[in-house]
């Protein structure tokens, strides 16, 4: 298993590699249809995180001592950002996720590319997943 | 025949850029840019002419409260209506209707009945739902029809002797549907009931004549009218306002303060309880003075010329689907593209210069009558060109090829 530090630097040199937004966005699109749906089940009022603009679901699970993150949105490159996300944070420990330092969003500028409404998501999501970490901790 | 680029110019904002692009500016609907006038007036008061109003004896007070009356008798001529003191400031349509439903709230019994519709800003339906829970009167809701107008024969069966109040919108903000709101009016005074209407989206793009409309109450806000946040405007007729007790207890309200009882101070200032935004409401004037120059019908000419033009653009792009699609129509175009979310759209156009509201826009109830999460919007003002259409065309088209 790679460790959450080596994905990070993983993101951030895919994200060096674009030249201007478009290429950015695009790939965050791809990276939102990508990403694996959620179980329906799982799509429940308590999961759900609403945002003025979009929803997002997450579901968090423990697995051999890990947690393993699923999620979907109604807008795509909300998925996508959450793909990122799960992608750095899923299937790590619980005290490594409570940890996390997660400046990679913004050395790779989501967070300034991002509208303001669209980054308060992006803080709601990122403590979501720590809060369910913190829950499966013990 | 109006010499756009002449209005343009008068607006400093349109010429910056946002992320590297000219600014396209189709968020009017939640609030337009503001003329070089409304921005000096406001800068001037500061600079030349503060001092509170209505108070002091000395020059700059008279000097302010004298303009500050200005933008009232200004604002009674521009809606018809039949006194100045019909027309108190508040800040912003919100406040107005606020006011209403706090004071009707004491008007009322257990067993009579408020009307609004579908199609209400939250704003326009939350202070009624709290003036009902409060007196015990029942909410009555107008459906919408599947084009985005209300469903006149359902208001029919609503309409009864328990009816106090109708409170619609003239122009809805998330569909573009004008209201026949005289219509309602004539049939809610057939039963005795007020009526309020909330101008928001209408008062810079509709003539208004309060007296021909008859309306008991219609407010609207400064800032959808290239005039400064924080004002608004709510006008009653005469009876109407006296009949509601004050909203708000200060200074400026009162005629006489004792422990062992206040008396009131007559309308307007009943109402205006506090220092207002006296700067705001003196700017508010220049803005009044830029509509009525360019004449508010020649405004509606124009904007209904852009609206057809791009409607017709944007029906071009396959999989749209406009949500408002009756023949009177104010300059708003709300729609969605097939499969894709509004948010997407909107987050991809922007970086493309272009400015749109997506959301729910504040009307949740329209959003579930549809079954959608939210819209794209484009709203428009008179400073907006063909041109400008085109590039926001072209920035959906742009955000539909990413996103499929």
Redesign the interface.
């Known amino acids: 298993m790679e460790t959450l530090k080596d994905i990070q630097t993983e993101i951030v040199e895919e994200f060096e590699m674009f030249d201007d937004?478009?290429q950015k966005?695009?790939y965050i699109?791809d990276l939102g249809k990508e990403l694996a749906t959620i179980e329906e089940q799982y799509k429940t009022e308590d999961n759900l995180i609403k945002g003025?603009?979009?929803?997002v679901w997450l579901h968090a699970e423990k697995q051999d001592g890990k947690i393993i993150y699923t999620a979907d949105s109604?807008?795509?490159?909300?998925k996508g950002i959450i793909a990122i996300l799960i992608r750095v944070l899923s299937g790590q420990q619980a005290t490594e996720i409570i940890s996390a330092d997660l400046s990679f969003i913004d050395t790779i500028g989501l967070k300034e590319q991002?509208?303001v409404t669209?980054a308060n998501g992006l803080v709601s999501m990122i403590k979501k997943m720590k809060l369910y970490a913190l829950a499966f901790q013990n | 025949m109006l010499d756009i680029n002449k209005i343009r110019a008068q607006f400093p904002i349109l010429n910056r850029k946002v992320?590297g692009k000219e600014l396209v500016y189709f968020d009017n609907g939640a609030t337009t840019q503001k003329p070089q006038t409304v921005i000096d007036a406001e800068a001037n008061y500061y600079a030349n002419e503060n001092a509170n109003i209505h108070r002091g004896v000395h020059f700059l007070s008279g000097l302010a409260t004298d303009k500050f009356e200005e933008t009232r008798n200004t604002i009674q001529a521009f809606i018809g209506a039949k006194h100045n003191h019909e027309i108190i400031f508040t800040k912003g349509t919100t406040d107005s209707i606020n006011l209403v439903a706090s004071g009707f709230r004491t008007l009322l019994n257990k067993g009579d009945e408020i009307i609004i519709s579908e199609m209400e800003h939250h704003s326009n339906i939350v202070p009624w739902q709290m003036c009902c829970e409060q007196s015990g009167a029942k909410l009555k809701v107008i459906p919408l029809l599947d084009n985005g107008s209300l469903d006149i024969n359902e208001f029919d069966n609503l309409l009864s002797e328990n009816t106090k109040l109708v409170s619609v919108t003239h122009i809805s903000n998330a569909l573009g549907t004008i209201n026949d709101i005289e219509t309602i009016i004539a049939k809610a005074h057939n039963f005795g009931a007020k009526v309020m209407i909330d101008g928001a989206q209408a008062a810079s793009h509709i003539a208004l004549d309060m007296q021909k409309l008859d309306a008991d109450f219609y407010c609207f806000s400064a800032h959808k009218m290239f005039g400064p946040t924080g004002v608004g405007v709510l006008y009653g007729k005469e009876d109407s306002l006296n009949a509601l007790p004050p909203y708000q207890g200060g200074g400026e309200m009162i005629k006489e303060v004792s422990f062992s009882g206040t008396t009131y101070a007559e309308l307007p200032h009943k109402f205006e309880a506090g220092t207002p935004n006296i700067a705001g409401v003196i700017a508010f004037k220049s803005a009044i003075d830029f509509i009525t120059e360019l004449g508010v019908e020649t405004i509606a000419k124009y904007e209904d010329e852009l609206l057809q033009y791009a409607t017709s653009e944007i029906r071009k792009i396959e999989g749209v689907k406009i949500f408002g699609t009756t023949q009177n129509k104010s300059g708003i175009i709300s729609f969605n593209i097939d499969g894709?979310?509004p948010?997407?759209i909107?987050?991809?156009v922007?970086?493309l210069g272009v400015a749109i509201r997506?959301?729910h826009h504040c009307t949740q109830p329209i959003m579930q009558r549809f079954n959608i999460?939210?819209t794209a919007r484009i709203s428009i003002a008179v400073y907006n060109t063909k041109a400008e259409v085109d590039v926001c065309i072209n920035a959906i088209k742009k955000a539909k090829q990413?996103?499929s």
Request: hydrophobic letters at 40%; glycine letters at 10%; aromatic letters at 10%.
């Open positions: 937004w478009m966005y695009e699109i003025c603009q979009s929803m109604d807008a795509i490159m909300t991002l509208s669209r | 992320n894709l979310h948010y997407d909107g987050m991809i922007d970086k997506t959301g999460p939210g990413m996103l």
